[in-house]
């Protein structure tokens, strides 16, 4: 099976735009997760989403939002970038309904640098 | 909330030798899942081994293993036989019953010495 894909990979905006992030799941995988990854903070979570609803959220401000697709692929949206947004932001699938204790299965993530 | 702390943020070891990264974590759930991922530089993040809490006997993976001591909340990797292609920063993890996200460590960095 194909792994997780994220586009794009590298991504370079200003403070102030939007930007939309891109996840495909393994395919059967109906969960997908989103993480930040900083230096400072680590690996942080952001969001999942379970046939097409958000089901769990982190502790992000509502700039940062996301979607699911009937197909599970899903999109991140981070509006009004800040400085602080830059990071790799990582999506992960898994299979389980009910999500959480099965493993979860990383993209190579998504590079966004805000100038 | 539960926490996961990683205690070494760098550690080497030399080629084909035997090296131990810590890990402890902090949860009042009987029921969990503990993981170790590694990201190589400018890499993807991929799964070494996993532990279900229920499951008494250690997790191994060909050179992996881990040391699981659920009383003491510990969860440690021991890499065997170290290759340089085991040079990377690993990620102990943490994940509870029900839909909750994963709870990372900071991360260990290991660098392999030829």
């Known amino acids: 099976k194909a792994g997780v894909t994220q586009t794009p990979r590298y991504l370079i905006k200003t403070r102030g735009q939007q930007v939309t992030l891109s996840c495909s799941p393994i395919s059967g995988h109906r969960s997908v997760s989103w993480y930040q990854q900083t230096p400072g903070q680590g690996l942080q979570f952001l969001f999942e989403?379970?046939?097409?609803?958000?089901?769990n959220k982190g502790n992000f401000p509502g700039r940062f939002s996301g979607r699911q697709f009937s197909n599970s692929r899903s999109e991140m949206n981070v509006s009004t970038l800040e400085l602080g947004d830059s990071a790799l932001y990582l999506c992960?699938?898994?299979?389980?309904?009910?999500?959480?204790?099965?493993?979860?299965?990383f993209g190579p993530g998504t590079r966004l640098t805000v100038l | 909330a539960q926490t996961v702390t990683q205690s070494q943020p760098e550690m080497s070891v030399q080629e084909a030798e035997t090296v131990t990264l810590s890990c402890t974590y902090d949860?009042?759930?009987?029921?969990?899942?503990l993981f170790w991922y590694k990201q190589p530089p400018s890499r993807q993040m991929i799964l070494v081994i996993r532990q279900e809490a229920y499951k008494q006997q250690n997790a191994t993976e060909n050179r992996f293993s881990v040391n699981f001591q659920k009383a003491a909340k510990s969860f440690s990797l021991k890499i065997s036989d170290s290759q340089l292609g085991d040079a990377a920063m690993y990620f102990c993890a943490y994940i509870g019953p029900g839909n909750t996200p994963l709870v990372f460590g900071k991360g260990t960095r290991l660098s392999v010495i030829a």
């Open positions: 989403y379970f046939s097409e609803t958000q089901r």
């Open positions: 992960a699938s898994s299979s389980f309904e009910r999500g959480g204790t099965d493993t979860q299965y």
């Open positions: 949860t009042s759930e009987s029921d969990y899942y």
